[in-house]
């Protein structure tokens, strides 16, 4: 009975071990196709709706039931595991704000393509 037991828990670590490594392997592979379509552009409007359209495009394929949200309410989504409401309130602000205009700060499109990549990174909002 107690070999059963040590089966199952093994198995079940086992599992979710595999589970854990399969979901960084996929965050590995978004972040370096990221990267290449962020290292094709050069200006920062260009790196901005690079971000945004990079952004979609991964949401559509993670979580297509929220694909129709827009404006605030795609910022409301994103900002969802966040308490200082990065998006919203913060450098996130730009996908939503700053997206079509052909003048737009360096810095500011930077820090808002950097907090896009932490989330790609950090996965899926719940």
Request: hydrophobic share 50%; charged share 30%; with cysteine.
């Amino acid at each position: 009975m107690l070999a059963a037991v040590l089966l199952i828990a093994v198995f079940l670590l086992y599992r979710r071990l595999r589970a854990q490594a399969l979901a960084r392997r996929a965050r590995r592979r978004v972040l370096s196709q990221f990267e290449a379509e962020l290292a094709q552009r050069s200006d920062a409007t260009d790196r901005l709706r690079c971000a945004a359209a990079f952004l979609r495009r991964w949401q559509m394929k993670t979580r297509p039931d929220l694909v129709a949200l827009r404006g605030e309410a795609w910022l409301e989504w994103l900002d969802a595991d966040a308490a200082e409401r990065p998006y919203s309130q913060g450098p996130g602000r730009m996908l939503v704000d700053a997206l079509y205009r052909p003048d737009c700060e360096r810095e500011a499109a930077d820090a808002c393509v950097a907090l896009v990549r932490d989330t790609l990174a950090r996965g899926v909002p719940a």
